[in-house]
């Protein structure tokens, strides 16, 4: 088992929908959890982050998170075409500053 | 600083050659990591500083790649006799603060060094 996973996609959505992208992680001792969204060619930027169960919302993007069961979600509502990228899923596994992140969900968002 | 900066933003190299890849972090960020993604895969963990030690090197790949970091500054990674395997993007990244108990701090991205190894 991956210790961060995500579905590869791509995930295609209308513009205006809303667009949900999940991630689960193996490691149920993770404390923090991240959202980047990368462009092609270049680096990843950051979207959300959440450390407590329940839902965080961020102008058109929710991060939400359930510990008991392991995973970690992004929805983004109203999507637009600029939203197409590949979303990564990075959490905080064992003790201290190391990042696993995900493989990333290609979303594109069709007008 | 604005930002994380990497230079050179590409590196052509050829293979069995030393290169040197270099990170500046945001001004006051005392951890530093670097990364590796290769063609359309998610990023690889290399090495983690907190100041100018490195408590997790657990990443990297083999006993030809080492970095090293000065003071709170300024990082370089340097990967002896390239192979071609080794082309691909280096990230480097810095957060705020490093060690925590289990709470992660936001790194934040450089724009990254293309390395290519013929």
């Known amino acids: 088992q991956k210790e961060v996973e995500q579905n590869s996609g791509p995930l295609s959505v209308p513009e205006g929908a809303i667009a949900s992208l999940n991630c689960t992680y193996s490691d149920r001792g993770s404390q923090s959890f991240f959202w980047y969204r990368q462009y092609s060619g270049k680096s990843p930027e950051l979207i959300m982050s959440?450390?407590?169960?329940g839902d965080k919302e961020d102008g058109r993007f929710t991060a939400q998170l359930n510990k008991a069961s392991q995973y970690v979600s992004l929805l983004i509502r109203d999507s637009q075409p600029s939203d197409s990228a590949t979303y990564l899923c990075?959490?905080?596994?064992?003790?201290?500053?190391?990042?696993?992140f995900g493989a990333g969900t290609i979303l594109r968002v069709k007008s | 600083g604005a930002g994380v900066s990497q230079s050179p933003s590409n590196k052509v190299t050829e293979k069995g050659k030393d290169v040197e890849l270099r990170c500046d972090p945001i001004s006051g960020h005392t951890a530093l990591y670097w990364y590796r993604q290769r063609l359309g895969q998610g990023l690889e963990f290399l090495i983690y500083?907190?100041?100018?030690?490195?408590?997790?090197k657990s990443g990297l790949p083999s006993d030809r790649f080492s970095a090293e970091r000065t003071g709170e500054s300024v990082s370089t990674l340097t990967i002896q006799r390239t192979q071609q395997e080794d082309s691909a993007v280096y990230l480097c990244?810095?957060?705020?603060?490093?060690?925590?108990?289990?709470?992660?701090?936001?790194?934040?991205f450089g724009p990254g060094t293309r390395l290519t190894v013929l």
């Open positions: 990075a959490v905080n596994i064992k003790y201290g500053n190391k990042l696993v």
């Open positions: 990244a810095s957060s705020l603060a490093g060690t925590s108990v289990r709470i992660t701090d936001t790194q934040y």
């Open positions: 959440i450390y407590s169960n």
């Open positions: 500083f907190q100041g100018n030690s490195a408590p997790d």
